[in-house]
């Protein structure tokens, strides 16, 4: 089982930045994909960005592609998701993910393991 410690999340006005990360330990980290999933008040959980073991593969939801940048650190155990240009609509509970394999996927039944989760709040 993994367990997490997720950071960076708070309030920013449109346009701002927000960078998360996630520290993990329990499972050697370089074994598997990581993620960040997002859900909004009164919706579903979605999926924002994954990235495969290594590094090599990155996938983004189309609402969050060329605003958004996911990264790791496997020296660090370490998982990022860099948020630039950050609309009202970005607002959520976000959550890191571990993967079940060491490719990366972008529905919730790829992973196994996942964070408690930290609020990104955007507005005026």
């Known amino acids: 089982q993994v367990q997490f410690v997720e950071s960076g999340g708070g309030w920013v006005q449109p346009g701002g930045s927000l960078r998360l990360s996630c520290l993990t330990s329990g499972r050697f980290f370089s074994n598997y994909g990581m993620a960040w999933f997002r859900q909004a008040p009164g919706k579903e959980r979605e999926f924002v960005a994954c990235i495969s073991w290594n590094g090599g593969t990155r996938n983004y939801a189309d609402s969050v592609k060329g605003r958004f940048t996911i990264s790791r650190d496997n020296a660090k155990n370490t998982v990022s998701l860099q948020m630039n240009g950050l609309k009202v609509e970005d607002t959520a509970v976000y959550y890191c993910?571990?993967?079940?394999?060491?490719?990366?996927?972008?529905?919730?039944?790829?992973?196994?393991?996942w964070g408690q989760g930290t609020q990104v709040t955007v507005s005026s």
């Open positions: 993910a571990a993967g079940r394999t060491a490719w990366s996927g972008t529905s919730q039944a790829d992973y196994s393991d």
